[in-house]
């Protein structure tokens, strides 16, 4: 896989293109969310988004995905505003990327897949995480190579391009197979060496921070364990999962950092990441961190607990909700002869304690990585959880405090 990254001085212009789709149940509110998630996935990777088209249609076009008029509305735009990039929410065809870029010639016209795969070849820094992360991209390429070589073929790199291109544009399907197998044959061997390593950490309790991405994962792994580990207000800031081996009181423990989720997470990116989710797996406690402040923090909960679900096999782990972001956590209070219905953005920090959050099983808490607040509470409740835990594998220990040095064990 080449190691360049092609950059730009300015910003590539792009446009965003959804639509709600009424034989999967998507309304224009849930379209226009995903559309709010697709802008952030772009300006992680670069990119500006200057408009965004939206259709409402019963079931995709077979062979554009949006209808005609649409299409033609969105070439008409991007020729008269020298538009880089046209970026779709949804996984298109090999037949509709096909279509599309006839369409809209001299344009780049990426998916929501393929854009999440050039942000993930971007944030790559282990040998794991670029075998697993060119591995994904071979994947998804294997069955658009008619169309795809052609595409690349007029470009000259950016944002959608970046990973594995063969400079010759005969490379056949043959050659992308043999890389496959190369590739699982380098994480099969790496996977080996990294569970050795886990199996050489003993039998200290493990607690896995998961949740969605960009809720400030890292930034509380940081604070745990008075380390740095990179955190960044961008999705996917890290990819690596990070083991530290802490204390809290006089309980050893290890903490890892662990990828965060996102709603259409690409099948092949999530098979490639298994074995850094392994993580996850063998955890004695889950904290499952979550962004309260978030306008969509519910179903963002909704997508890890499904990711996790899947994971875990139904196995039941002791799990602490961390709900982060207090500090940023604001709402619209409603005037008491408003009589319109109440909104999620009406109900209050408070309300929300009082509501499904409480009520679901499991310990709650709520905090402010970033001002340090409530992090004792939470260490408490971590543990209280980590020493029965302890307790019961070393019944002999007296729980004294050892002098536990923060270490990195992500794989070089």
Sequence with gaps: M???FYTKKEAEKAILVGVALQSENISYNTMCEYLDELAFLAETAGAETVKIFTQN???????TFVGKGKLEEIRNYVE??????????????????????????????????TLILDIFAKRARTAEAKAQVELAQYQYMLPRLTGMWTHLERQKGGIGLRGPGESEIET???????????????????DKQMTTQRKNRGKLVRVALVGYTNVGKSTLMNLLSKSEVFAENKLFATLDTTVRKIAIKNVPLL??????FIRKLPHHLVESFKSTLDEVREADVILHVVDISHPQFEDQVRVVNET???LLDKTNKPTITVFNKIDAFTYTKKDEDDLTPIERKNYSLEDLKQMWMSKQGGETVYISARSKE????????LYDIVKDIHSARFPFNDFLYQDFEAEEETED
Excluded: M, W
């Excluded at 056949?172 to 790496?190: C, F, S, V």
């Design 2 to 4: 080449s190691d360049y």
């Design 255 to 260: 903490l890892a950092d662990t990828v965060g």
């Design 172 to 190: 056949d399907r043959r050659i992308i197979r043999d890389k496959i197998t190369r590739l699982k044959e380098q994480l099969a061997k790496i």
């Design 308 to 310: 996790l679900s899947e």
């Design 374 to 381: 409530n992090i004792e509470e939470l260490k408490d409740k």
């Design 80 to 113: 008269e505003n020298d538009i880089d990039l046209v970026i779709f929410d949804d996984e298109l065809s090999p037949t509709q990327i096909r279509n599309i870029d006839r369409e809209l010639p001299g344009r780049k016209v990426l998916d929501r897949t």
């Design 57 to 63: 249609l019963d079931k995709p076009v077979t062979a």
